[in-house]
């Protein structure tokens, strides 16, 4: 047997801030709804699904961490710097550079 993951769901407390903070990593989103569930947004990632989904009110944000290797036209410190991005740690490997942010739940996402 293998596995392969194909589904990512986020809760988050502030959707909308959510959603504009992947944008900006490069995500596209389209808004979805399943029958009466909650209104979300969903992007497709070759065989992956990242959706954001609203937290449940009283419900504890989790501490799950993300990576993404984005590909980035020009430099990403500086499309992150322009995006208003905090960069929280950095590390430097010979072939490629490590950013970690943090969403706008307090999720740290890696970023090379």
Known sequence: MSAKLNLLVLRCQDLSASKKFYEQLGFQFHKEQHRTGPVHYAAQLEEMVFELYPLKPGAAVDQTRLGFRLSVEGDLKEKLDRAGIEICDFTHHPKYSV??????DGRKVVLS
């Open 99 to 104: 950013y970690v942010v943090q969403d706008p």
